[in-house]
């Protein structure tokens, strides 16, 4: 039964049958294992229903046109992805655990956001290469740039490498896995949000706060250096220090 599991298209439209079809031939393992020990006066246990199946979708070769057009529709926006996963992961965005600071003398800190889209663009130019049968691509430009053209010129060649048996499966497994991991930290992380006022220990730019939480911190790591450590606040304590700075500029502005 279900023998012709391996030619149903690879893609997310039979997910939901090879699922069904895996759970039924576990269930029926299981029942053909315990009535093989089977004796009187036990009870033979009633075997698995078959699962109701959605009629197969075949690939073509390996995937449906409709998955082949999902995944082309993933792989094209993976350079926007990266846009968006480099702004939300660098500088403030806890990309190591010393951040960078405005006016600090230190080097930036490598940026691991930067490695991962780093191995991206090096994924798009080994699949050019592969596609065009040669050893390698240097990068020309720089890594944005290259990151364009690599995401548009493997799109539209997307088809014709789903196309190919030998290695659609791959191409499409890893086009999903970019897709993953790029969008999933756009979403799941929350976002730093940098405060306007300096921070009243400091004084530098450096307060910021995680959205969604109700802790304003400094994040210059010498703030506060002999008392305590960076300055944290509440919401409120912030506000109250906003309201603060205000008065303090309209009391400069009548006094001129
Ligand atoms: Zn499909
Ligand atoms: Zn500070």
Redo the contacts with the bound molecule.
């Keep these: 039964m279900y023998d012709d599991i391996d030619s149903w ?6 997910n939901a049958n090879r699922r069904k079809v895996r759970t039924y031939q576990h269930a029926l393992a299981t029942y053909d294992a315990e009535s093989s020990r089977w004796h009187a006066p036990l009870v033979l246990p009633e075997p698995p229903a078959t699962p109701r199946l959605a009629y197969p ?1 075949y ?1 073509e070769p390996v ?6 057009y ?1 995944i082309k529709a993933q792989l094209s926006q993976l350079d926007v992805l990266a846009c968006v996963y480099l702004r939300e992961c660098d500088g403030m965005r806890g990309a190591s655990s010393e951040p960078r600071v405005s006016g600090s003398a230190e080097p930036p800190s490598p940026s691991p956001a930067l490695d991962e889209l780093d191995a991206l663009d090096g994924w798009f130019r080994s699949w050019r290469a592969d596609y065009l049968k040669v050893d390698s691509f240097a990068r020309q430009g720089l890594l944005v740039d290259s990151l364009t053209y690599g995401c548009a010129w493997l799109t539209a060649r997307a088809e014709r490498i789903l196309g190919r048996a030998e290695v659609a499966q791959l191409f499409g497994d890893e086009v999903i896995e970019w897709h993953n991991k790029l969008s999933g930290v756009a979403k799941t992380e929350p976002r730093r949000v940098p405060k306007t006022l300096r921070c009243p220990q400091c004084h530098l730019a450096t307060l910021s706060q995680l959205e969604g939480e109700d802790r304003i911190e400094c994040r210059n790591s010498s703030c506060g250096e002999n008392r305590g450590g960076p300055k944290v606040m509440t919401l409120d304590e912030y506000e109250g220090h906003v309201a603060d700075a205000l008065l303090a500029v309209q009391a400069v502005r009548r006094a001129s």
């Design positions: 298209c690879q893609g997310q439209c039979m979708i690939g995937y449906c046109s409709a998955c082949v999902g």
